[in-house]
C-alpha cells in the first residue's frame, strides 16, 4: 500500500472530481461553467476561431444562428476589449479545438457556447487538476516518504476550496494556475541542479503563461531566485551564480516575453496601445492591506475556510529547521502574494468559496504542509494523536465547506459571523440564514474606504443585486434580452433575476 499511496491518493482525487462533475452534469447547465468571470477569460476562443473577429463588432448587427455570450467592454473606437487577459483562453484551447470540431457534427450549435464546449472546459480543469498533482508529488518526492506526499495530495485535493474550482467553476483560473506553479517549482528544482538551455526555455515560458493568466502571479520569481539561498552569504552566491548564466537568464526572459506577444498584440489592434489597463476604476490600495480580513474575516478569511493552511503556515517556521533550502523562498512569496492578495480593492474576490485568490500558492504552501506531517509522524504518541485529530479535522471541514458552498450554507460573498455560526455544521442553510448575511459595501471598497456593515433584510438584499446589475452594462443587456424573449418587463425580469440570485443554490 505504502509502495503506490502517491499514485493512490492522486486517483482518489481524480475520482472524486469526476464523480462530482459527472453526478451534476454542469455543463449540461447553459448558465454554468462559461459563466461570470469565464466569460471574458474564454471569450478570446470563440471571437477569433468561430466568428473571426477579436474586436467584437459583428455582435452588433449578428443575424447568424450561432449563439455566443460577449460580455466585453465597448471602447471609444467603437471595439470591445476583453477584461482579463487570454492566458486561461490558450489554456483551455487544446478542448476547445476539439469540441469545436465535434459541435455540429453531433448537433450541438457551434457557436462557441453549447454544451460540447462546456464539457470541454470541465474536461481541461480535471486534465490540469491531475497534471498539477502529478508534478506537485514530483516536487515532494525528493523530500518527503510516499505516505507523507499521498496525505498532502488529499488534503489539498480534498480538503480545500482547490476542489470546488477544480469541478463546480472548473472555468476559474485557480486550478490552471495550481498546475503551473507545481510544474514550476519542478523546473526550479530541476534547474538548479543542473542548468540547461531546455530548461530554461520550460521556465520562462511557464512563468509568462502563470503571469498571463493572473498578473499577480509574476512573483513567483522571488521562489526561483530565492530558492536554496539559506543566509545573506548565499545571497551573494547566488547573484554571481546567476550573472555568470546570464544567457540562460536571457532565455527565460525571452520566452517569458514569448508568451506575452498575443496578449499586447490583441490590445494593439483593439485599443492602439501595447499596453492596456482593463480594470477601469478597480486597482489596489497598497497602503491599506486587508491581512486580517483575507486571514480570518468570516465573509472569506483563509483560515476559517481553508483551516488546514494553519498547518502550512506552521510549517514554514519548522522549514527554518528541517528544509532551510524552502525557508527564504516559501516565506518570502507568501508573505509578498499576500500583501498583493490583500491590497486589492475586493479583497474578498467577489463571489467565491473562501479565499480563491491564495490557491495559485498552494503548492507552494504544500512544502511547509508536507513538513508539518513529517514531524508529526516523528511525535510521540500521544502528540501524535492529538496533531493527527486536529489536522484531519480541519481537512474534512475544508472538504464539507464545499458541500455546504454547493447548497448554499455558505454564501458567496456575504457571510458574517453570525451566518457562519447559524450553518455550521449544517449542509443546507436554515430560513433565517439569509438575515443574517451581511452585503460587502462595493462602493466604498471600490474608493479605498472602511465599509460601513449593517444587517441586510431580504428586501435590502434584492435592491442592491439589483442596483449590482443595473450597474454593470453587460449584465443589464442581458436582463434587457431575457425580458424581451420571455414578454415581460425590464422590471419584472430584473426582480425575478435578483430573487433567483438571492436563493440561489450555486
Known sequence: ?????????????????????????????????????????????????????????????YKGKKKFVFWAKKLPNGKYAFKYTMGLS?????????????????GYNSGGYSPPYRLAIVLAALFYLALGLMFLSLVLRQYFSKVVIGLVILTLGLGTNLFWYS?????????YDFALAAIFLFLTIKWYSGSTFFKSVFIGMVMGLLTLIRPVNFLFIL??????????????LRFLFLIKRWRLIIVMIFFGF?????????????????IYYSYGNEGFFFLHPQFMNVLLSFRKGWLIYTPVMFFSLIGIILLYYKNKKFFWPVLVLFVAYLYV?????????????????????????????????????????????????????????????????????????????????????????????????????????????????SKVTR???????????????????LIEKKAKKKHITVDSMLKIDALYILNSKK
Open 341 to 453: 492578495v490583500s491590497s486589492w480593492w475586493s479583497w474578498w474576490y467577489g463571489g467565491s468559496l473562501g479565499q480563491r485568490a491564495l490557491i495559485d500558492i498552494y503548492p507552494v504552501m504544500a512544502i511547509p504542509l508536507a513538513t508539518v506531517y513529517a514531524w508529526t509522524a516523528e511525535r510521540k504518541a500521544v502528540v501524535k494523536f492529538i496533531l493527527v485529530i486536529f489536522i484531519v479535522a480541519s481537512a474534512v471541514l475544508g472538504a464539507f465547506y464545499n458541500v455546504q458552498y454547493y447548497y448554499g450554507a455558505i454564501h458567496w460573498d456575504s457571510m458574517s459571523n453570525k451566518a457562519y455560526f447559524n450553518s455550521f455544521g449544517r449542509v443546507h442553510p436554515t430560513s433565517d440564514f439569509k438575515y443574517l448575511l451581511v452585503h460587502p459595501d462595493y462602493d466604498r471598497a471600490l474608493k479605498g474606504q472602511s465599509e460601513s456593515f
Open 90 to 106: 490558450i489554456m483551455y484551447s487544446p478542448f476547445f479545438f476539439a469540441a469545436n470540431n465535434l459541435a455540429s457534427p453531433l
Open 258 to 274: 514569448l508568451m506575452m506577444i498575443p496578449q499586447l498584440w490583441y490590445w494593439k489592434i483593439i485599443t492602439g496601445h501595447w
Open 223 to 236: 521562489f526561483f531566485l530565492l530558492f536554496d539561498v539559506k543566509s545573506f552569504t548565499d545571497l551573494k
Open 167 to 175: 469541478t463546480f467553476e472548473p472555468g476559474m483560473p485557480h486550478v
Open 1 to 61: 500500500m505504502k509502495r503506490y499511496f502517491i499514485e493512490f491518493s492522486i486517483l482518489l482525487v481524480m475520482i472524486a472530481a469526476i464523480w462530482s462533475d459527472f453526478n451534476t452534469n454542469i455543463w449540461k447547465d447553459q448558465n454554468r461553467v462559461i459563466q461570470w468571470d469565464v466569460i471574458d477569460y474564454y471569450g478570446y476562443l470563440p471571437a477569433a476561431f468561430i466568428y473571426h473577429d477579436v474586436s467584437l463588432k459583428f455582435k452588433e448587427n
Open 459 to 477: 428586501k435590502e438584499n434584492i435592491e442592491t443585486i439589483i442596483q449590482r446589475i443595473k450597474a454593470d452594462k453587460n449584465w443589464f443587456s
